[in-house]
């Protein structure tokens, strides 16, 4: 069995964002840097737990280059850097399924805990084919092109309805309650870490049992900017969007690959 795990930040037990700021300008971003690690360690765990043959962990919060990888279990891959020519660094059809950890809600889903999808400066929110989407449905969809089921999302309350509001029956994580952007009540670190390894390989042990998500082709991509600015580019750069109105731009795609 051959598996991802993406892991984010910002989901992650304890980890919440300065007063007006990111995670990365937060007094706590190296906590949540070794958070994310040993999460993704007992998802990793959980994972050879199963029987799984090949585990890539996929460092994947801004720069992708935050966890502490000797820190990882060292069966474990490790993808890191930005460039890779898909979303999912290493992931082929034939892999066995995707799990996310670390994971936030997006962008307007209210009171989530850093809650935004890809930017939180730049965009407001994303569609496909008419419904709103965050990370976790699109990462979830990137894999699904490639035949590759999601099984496990880990992050806050809001992420975590959200992914069972998508996916119905997926194996999930809540890592804290989401009282706001930089508000969080957290189980204690060492509990989730526990909880997230029992988790995965729950996960793993019924992959076979869960489909690949994708959106109908052709895709129909919208992004809401949150400055005209940016909106501008958008319609006038190489992909050349449809502006809808002036903060939102629409294109028409074969596949969601075609954009990420």
């Known amino acids: 069995?051959?598996?991802?795990?993406?892991?984010?930040?910002?989901?992650?037990?304890?980890?919440?964002?300065?007063?007006?700021?990111?995670?990365?300008?937060?007094?706590n971003f190296d906590m949540a840097r070794r958070q994310a690690t040993r999460e993704a360690d007992a998802a990793a765990r959980g994972l050879f737990d199963a029987g799984a043959e090949q585990v890539i962990v996929w460092d994947n919060h801004g720069g992708s280059l935050n966890l502490d990888y000797d820190a990882l279990d060292e069966r474990c891959d490790i993808a890191l850097g930005t460039g890779?020519?898909?979303?999912?660094?290493?992931?082929?059809?034939?892999?066995?399924?995707?799990?996310?950890?670390?994971?936030?809600?997006?962008?307007?889903?209210g009171n989530g805990v850093l809650c935004h999808s890809f930017s939180s400066a730049t965009y407001?929110?994303?569609?496909?084919?008419?419904?709103?989407?965050?990370?976790?449905?699109?990462?979830?969809?990137?894999?699904?092109?490639?035949?590759?089921?999601?099984?496990?999302?880990?992050?806050?309350?809001?992420?975590?309805?959200?992914?069972?509001?998508?996916?119905?029956?997926?194996?999930?994580?809540?890592?804290?309650?989401a009282h706001g952007w930089n508000a969080a009540v957290s189980k204690h670190p060492r509990r989730v870490v526990q909880e997230i390894r029992?988790?995965?390989?729950?996960?793993?042990?019924?992959?076979?049992?869960?489909?690949?998500?994708?959106f109908d082709a052709p895709v129909q991509f919208e992004i809401r900017y949150k400055r005209l600015d940016a909106a501008q580019a958008a319609s006038r750069g190489f992909r050349r969007g449809v502006r809808v109105d002036p903060y939102t731009v629409r294109w028409e795609l074969a596949r969601l690959s075609d954009w990420f």
């Open 84 to 109: 890779f020519a898909h979303r999912w660094p290493g992931l082929e059809a034939g892999f066995d399924g995707v799990l996310l950890v670390g994971y936030h809600a997006m962008d307007n889903s």
């Open 124 to 177: 407001q929110y994303m569609k496909v084919n008419g419904c709103e989407v965050g990370e976790v449905e699109i990462d979830a969809a990137m894999a699904g092109e490639q035949g590759v089921p999601l099984l496990f999302v880990a992050g806050d309350h809001q992420c975590v309805a959200e992914a069972q509001r998508f996916f119905p029956g997926i194996q999930t994580v809540t890592t804290k309650i």
């Open 198 to 214: 029992q988790g995965a390989e729950r996960a793993a042990r019924r992959c076979g049992e869960v489909a690949p998500f994708t």
């Open 1 to 27: 069995m051959q598996f991802i795990v993406a892991v984010d930040c910002e989901g992650v037990a304890c980890a919440v964002g300065s007063a007006g700021g990111s995670l990365s300008g937060s007094p």
